[in-house]
């Protein structure tokens, strides 16, 4: 049995720490910011953590809202959060990655992908910066098509399918993912223009067509290996991400 009561003092501490960002059908409540230290390279450095929940009442009665979730089983569902470094909100240049969550490079350290690389290496970059943001996308596993179907493509991987091909021949198109929900969450924390950390031109399109400011782009290559080789290929051949040099793979 839930106890769906919330202890005042308990809400009297989260009261000024949430935010409702209001969207057309459905409400964003961002919780933060939250001193989270991290290690880099056995260096500890602390970052300012956010996550946000999508959730179809939209109030600013948050006591009843945070009592409600105690019964909603948000164990079950993944939520999505950012962790921000040094004064995000008034430094003129910051860098911001876009990463979508990865079970097995993030946690497991896989090879058959670059992922776990390029959270380290953006996490290095916006240290390096001295201001920034990476945002954390939870519902982007498998570029949208959740960790069991991404497991299924994998079977189809290890038959000689590409991660192209293995996605669109379970159903799905080549990416299915979604940025409007981080956008809305990035205006909160920051109205100044941004870096973005990426070799993917569809990100940068997203930005773009939400009418952000993109003060430029830094590339994101590295760690590929004999696992990992027709994977990264795959991305610039196929899904037109720009090459090392900067071009795309038809220029």
């Known amino acids: 049995m839930l106890n769906t009561k919330l202890e005042s003092q308990a809400f009297a501490l989260l009261k000024d720490k949430i935010q409702l960002i209001q969207q057309n059908d459905h409400a964003i409540y961002l919780v933060g910011p939250i001193q989270l230290p991290i290690n ?3 260096e500890t450095t602390v970052f300012q953590w956010y996550c946000w929940l999508n959730y179809d009442e ?7 809202m945070i009592e409600k979730l105690s019964s909603a089983n948000l164990a079950e569902y993944q939520q999505s959060s950012v962790l921000v470094y040094g004064d995000f909100a008034q430094t003129e240049d910051a860098l911001i990655r876009m990463h979508s969550i990865c079970h097995t490079g993030d946690i497991f350290g896989s090879k058959r992908c670059d992922c ?3 959270l380290k290496e953006s996490l290095k970059k916006i240290r390096e910066h001295g201001t920034g943001a990476l945002f954390y996308l939870a519902n982007h596993e498998g570029r949208g098509i959740g960790l069991f179907s991404k497991a299924m493509a994998y079977v189809l991987q290890e038959n000689g399918y590409d991660t192209v091909e293995a996605n669109e021949s379970l159903g799905y198109v080549n990416d299915a993912r979604d940025y409007k929900d981080a956008i809305a969450v990035l205006r909160t924390l920051r109205s100044k223009p941004v870096t973005l950390i990426t070799n993917n ?3 940068v399109e997203a930005l773009e067509n939400a009418g952000l400011h993109l003060s430029g782009r ?8 004999e696992y990992n080789q027709k994977y990264l290929d795959t991305k610039v051949i196929k899904s037109g991400h720009l090459r090392e040099d900067g071009k795309c793979s038809n220029d």
């Open 40 to 42: 880099l390279e056995g």
């Open 58 to 64: 939209v109030t600013e009665d948050y006591e009843r």
């Open 116 to 118: 776990g690389f390029q």
């Open 201 to 203: 031109p569809l990100k």
């Open 218 to 225: 830094t590339p994101l290559w590295g760690d590929r290996s």
